[in-house]
C-alpha cells in the first residue's frame, strides 16, 4: 500500500515527533512544501518532566500532547501513526511496518532516543528505564505497589526490601527521580498507612561516576549531593550495578567487596542510546554511527553523499561549528534538538531554492536540575553573563522555565496550579495504578531466594 501525497510540491517526510521532529514541522509552516510527519506514538511528549508522571505529581495529559491537534492549523503537515521498519535511500521511499510505503524528495529523521544497558538488555524488566508514558507508568506503578505490598508484608527483612527503592544513574533524570521518591516516602505517604511508616523506605541512588550531575560545573554538583543527602537519599558514588534481577542487584564499588541491595523497585537513569532507527539508516547509506548508534552527520546535519536526508536530536551524532571556535560535541538535550530542526527546515528550503545551506551552531543556554521541593541547581549561560545558583531561587527558575516551555498543552496556569500544589502540599492525586492483580501474581518478593 502507498501512501500518494495529491500535490506535486516537494514531499518531506519527518520520522518522529519529539523536540527536534515537532521544530521542524512548525518550521516549514509557511513553506510551499508537503509535510509528512510519522511517529509511532499519537503525542508529543514534554520529556524532562515525564519524571512527574512517573511520581504521581502530574497526570500524563499535562505533559503531552495529541499530534494532530499540534498540527490543526497547519494544512501543509499531515501526521500519521506509524513505525518506520526500512528506509530505501535509493527509491527514496520510508517503509512503515504496516506495508505503508511513503516517497519523499527530502527526508528528515529525528527519531530519538532509548535506554542502553550496556549490552545487559536482559536487565530491563527488572529496571525500566523511562523514555515514553508506558515508561511512567509502569515506574509508577511499581513504586505505589512497592508501599501497598510492604503493608501487607509481616516478615520485618522482606518489608524492609520492598520499601527500598533504587535509582541508577545519577544524571538529571536520576538525581529528579531520587529526590521525588524521598518527597513521597517522607512527606506525601506518611498517615495513609497503618502497617508501616512510609517515611522508613531507603532511597539510593548509584553511580558509577565521581559525582552527581557531571555535565554540571563542580561546585553545583557538590550543592546537588548536599540537597539530595538533606532529603535522605542515599548517594553511591563510584559503584557499578553488575547484576539485577527480580528480587534486587548486586553492586560492586571501585574499591572494596561488592553486596547486594534487595528491592523489588529499581529505576534505570544510567545510559542512553540512539532509536534503531540510527543503525538501520547507516547500513541502507554507508554513513558511519558510533557506538550509542547515532549517525555521523555533515556540519548541516546532513548525511555524507546523501544532502537530501537530514538527523537531528539524540540521533544524530552532531557537531557545532561556531566561527572563531574549534567544533564540538552536541549535547543530547532538549534545547539542542529544537535548535537542530529548526536549521534543518530551514536548509531544506535553502536546498529547494537551490541555495547553499549553512553550518549547525548550537547555543548553549546551560543546564538545570531540581532536586526536590525547593530545592535546585542551575548553571545559566546568557548574553548578559554565566550565572550559577542553586537552592530556592534556582528552583524557582527551574519552575517556571519548565511551564513556559511547555508550549501547545493544555492550559499553562492549570498545570502551573496543579504543580505548585504538589510541591507546597506534597499531595500527588495522580496515584491511580491499573493491572494490579496480574504484577501481584507475577512479582517475586524481593530478598526471596
Known amino acids: 500500500m502507498t501512501h500518494v501525497t495529491p500535490s506535486r510540491k516537494p514531499r518531506i517526510v519527518i520520522i518522529g515527533c519529539g523536540f527536534g521532529g515537532l521544530e521542524a514541522a512548525k518550521a516549514l509552516r509557511h513553506a510551499a512544501v508537503e509535510v509528512t510527519l510519522v511517529d509511532k506514538t499519537n503525542h508529543h511528549l514534554f520529556q524532562p518532566l515525564l519524571?512527574?508522571?512517573?511520581?504521581?505529581?502530574?497526570?500524563?495529559?499535562?505533559?503531552?500532547?495529541?499530534?494532530?491537534?499540534?498540527?490543526?492549523?497547519?494544512?501543509?503537515?499531515?501526521?500519521?501513526?506509524?513505525e518506520v521498519s526500512d528506509v530505501d535511500v535509493s527509491a527514496r521511499m520510508v517503509r512503515l511496518k504496516d506495508g505503508d510505503v511513503l516517497a519523499y524528495e527530502h527526508l528528515i529523521l529525528a527519531a530519538g532516543a532509548t535506554h542502553s544497558y550496556f549490552g545487559r538488555d536482559d536487565w530491563a524488566p527488572f529496571a525500566p528505564g523511562l523514555k515514553t508514558l508506558d515508561d511512567a507508568f509502569d515506574i509508577r506503578r511499581r513504586i505505589l505497589l512497592?508501599?501497598?505490598?510492604?503493608?501487607?508484608?509481616?516478615?520485618?527483612?522482606?518489608?524492609?526490601?520492598?520499601?527500598?527503592?533504587?535509582?541508577?544513574?545519577?544524571?538529571?533524570?536520576?538525581?529528579?527521580?531520587?529526590?521525588?521518591?524521598?518527597?513521597?516516602?517522607?512527606?506525601?505517604?506518611?498517615?495513609?498507612?497503618?502497617?508501616?511508616?512510609?517515611?522508613?523506605?531507603?532511597?539510593?541512588?548509584?553511580?558509577?561516576?565521581?559525582?552527581?550531575?557531571?555535565?554540571?560545573?563542580?561546585?553545583?554538583?557538590?550543592?546537588?549531593?548536599?540537597?539530595?543527602?538533606?532529603?535522605?537519599?542515599?548517594?553511591?558514588?563510584?559503584?557499578?550495578?553488575?547484576?539485577?534481577?527480580?528480587?534486587?542487584?548486586?553492586?560492586?564499588?571501585?574499591?572494596?567487596?561488592?553486596?547486594?541491595?534487595?528491592?523489588?523497585?529499581?529505576?534505570?537513569?544510567?545510559?542512553?542510546?540512539?532509536?534503531?532507527?540510527?543503525?538501520?539508516?547507516?547500513?541502507?547509506?554507508?554513513?558511519?554511527?558510533?557506538?550509542?548508534?547515532?549517525?555521523?552527520?555533515?556540519?548541516?546535519?546532513?548525511?555524507?553523499?546523501?544532502?537530501?536526508?537530514?538527523?537531528?536530536?539524540?540521533?544524530?551524532a552532531a557537531q557545532s561549528y561556531a566561527p572563531g571556535h574549534p567544533p564540538r560535541a552536541v549535547p543530547g538535550v532538549s534545547p539542542a534538538a529544537k535548535q537542530m530542526g529548526r536549521l534543518v527546515a530551514a536548509n531544506v528550503l535553502r536546498r529547494i531554492a537551490g541555495q547553499p545551506t549553512v553550518a549547525f551552531v548550537y547555543r548553549d543556554y546551560g543546564n538545570l536540575a531540581t532536586i526536590g521541593r525547593h530545592s535546585a541547581v542551575v548553571d545559566l549561560v546568557s548574553p548578559a553573563g554565566h550565572f550559577k545558583f542553586a537552592g530556592y531561587l534556582a528552583w524557582l527558575f527551574w519552575l517556571f522555565a519548565h511551564v513556559y516551555f511547555l508550549i501547545g498543552f493544555r492550559n499553562r496556569l492549570v498545570v502551573l496550579m496543579d504543580w505548585a500544589w504538589a510541591y507546597w502540599s506534597f499531595a500527588r492525586y495522580a496515584r491511580v495504578v491499573t493491572g494490579i492483580e496480574p504484577q501481584a501474581r507475577s512479582q517475586r518478593r524481593p530478598g526471596s531466594s
Open 146 to 316: 512497592a508501599f501497598e505490598a510492604a503493608e501487607k508484608e509481616a516478615d520485618p527483612t522482606r518489608r524492609a526490601a520492598w520499601l527500598t527503592f533504587v535509582v541508577i544513574g545519577a544524571g538529571p533524570t536520576g538525581v529528579e527521580m531520587a529526590g521525588t521518591l524521598a518527597e513521597i516516602a517522607r512527606h506525601t505517604l506518611p498517615g495513609e498507612f497503618r502497617r508501616i511508616d512510609p517515611a522508613s523506605a531507603k532511597i539510593v541512588l548509584l553511580e558509577g561516576g565521581p559525582r552527581v550531575l557531571q555535565a554540571m560545573p563542580n561546585d553545583l554538583s557538590q550543592r546537588a549531593l548536599e540537597q539530595l543527602r538533606d532529603l535522605g537519599v542515599e548517594v553511591r558514588l563510584n559503584e557499578r550495578v553488575v547484576a539485577i534481577d527480580a528480587s534486587g542487584l548486586d553492586v560492586q564499588p571501585s574499591e572494596g567487596a561488592g553486596y547486594r541491595i534487595d528491592t523489588a523497585c529499581v529505576t534505570w537513569a544510567a545510559g542512553v542510546a540512539a532509536s534503531p532507527l540510527g543503525r538501520l539508516l547507516a547500513d541502507s547509506t554507508g554513513a558511519q554511527a558510533d557506538r550509542a548508534g547515532r549517525v555521523v552527520v555533515e556540519p548541516d546535519l546532513s548525511l555524507a553523499g546523501h544532502p537530501n536526508i537530514s538527523v537531528v536530536g539524540d540521533l544524530a
Open 51 to 82: 519524571y512527574q508522571v512517573a511520581t504521581a505529581g502530574l497526570s500524563a495529559p499535562a505533559i503531552a500532547a495529541p499530534v494532530r491537534h499540534l498540527f490543526r492549523t497547519q494544512p501543509n503537515v499531515t501526521t500519521l501513526l506509524g
